[in-house]
Each structure stands twice: as C-alpha cells, then as structure tokens.
C-alpha cells in the first residue's frame, strides 16, 4: 500500500521568509495529491491539490510541485504570515474514492 | 446543510462503555471517510464507505471497532468496551464521486477516564 513520508516535522521562519515542506510517496500508481492545514483545534482544511498531470500549481502566495519520477511532492508558502501558522499535512492516492493516506503533518511557526 | 457535520462535538465517557459517533456528510457526497488523530499526531485512516457499502475495513485498529452507513448518507461509529487509548478526536470527511477532493468535519473529541 501507499507510504507517505513528510519533512520536516516542524519548522520555524521569519514572518516575509519562504517555507517549504517536502514529502515522499511509494506508490507510482499514486495520482492526487492534497494538502491540508490545521489550526488548533479546528478541522484539516483542503489549501491546494495538485495532480499528476501537471508538474506545478500556484494559488497565490501557495504553491505545490511534484515529480513523478522521484515520487516526492512538495509546498512552498512565500511571504509566510503570522496566520500561516498552523500543522500542514501532506497526502496521496490513486485514482478513485480510495483513502487518502496522509503523512505526519509539519508545525509551522511564523515568527514576528 | 454547508459541510460535514459531525456530533457530539465532545464525549467523556468511563472506560468500558460503549459510543456513538455520527457524521452527517456533505448532500450528495457518496464517499465518507473515517480518521483518528490522536493528541499532536497525524491522520489514521479507519474505514471508508462508498455508498451504504464500505471496501476498505483495514484501518479499524480492533473488532471493538464498527462503523455504519445508511441510506448512502449518515454514518455512525461504534466504539465498544472503550479503552483509555481510544481517546482521540474522531474525523470524518466526504468527497462527491470520481475522485474529488475530501471534506473534513470538525470531528468529535473522545475522552476515556
């Protein structure tokens, strides 16, 4: 079955920098691949998605890349704000309404 | 109704006793997910249902564990005989079908004493 991987599991930034969260997937039959953010206490929210017929999408100051060959995905915040703060998690599957398996999150900290 | 919604939003209950836990998805949505997030963890798949039908069992950690779905709409998760480790925060999450992206509730904070 699929194995998602994800690093790094925290990670702290000045508030104006980049941050970014890679993960690693094992199933080359893998073809969508979400990422959520939680806030504390509240429910994981779908940010952005991307597929395996695109390499790249961007929404704003969010954007994600995947490689297929490599089988690794991966977010990229520019500009972090505070309220970037949050637990990103990344997840993968293959087609159809099969599970989505997710990796194990990353803290975010933005730091004023 | 907007998303998915799920109750209790909280349960306390003694360690052996059993629990209801409901999720409500979103209309139309024919696929509905079960997850467990323990306390600063990640997303543990339990069991998923497409339709009144659920294919994929393989995440419910043990047959103290149950889920069902009528009407291809309200799904309920039974928990038997509760252990302390069971307290988690119960997600739940729907998609439309062909492949769209998952819907979370706010899922129900389950606490063993």
Known sequence: GENVEQHPSTLSVQEGDSAVIKCTYSDSASNYFPWYKQELGKRPQLIIDIRSNVGEKKDQRIAVTLNKTAKHFSLHITETQHEDS???FCAARDSGNTPLV???GTR???IA | GAGVSQSPSNKVTEKGKDVELRCDPISGHTALYWYRQSLGQGLEFLIYFQGNSAPDKSGLPSDRFSAERTGGSVSTLTIQRTQQEDSAVY???SSPLRAQPQHF????RLSIL
Do not use: E, I, N, P
């Not at chain 2, 509730?105 to 129900?108: I, M, P, V």
């Open chain 2, 91 to 93: 997600l739940c999450a």
């Open chain 2, 105 to 108: 509730g706010d899922g129900t």
């Open chain 1, 108 to 110: 975010l900290s933005v």
């Open chain 1, 102 to 104: 997710f990796g194990k």
């Open chain 1, 86 to 88: 949050a637990v990103y």
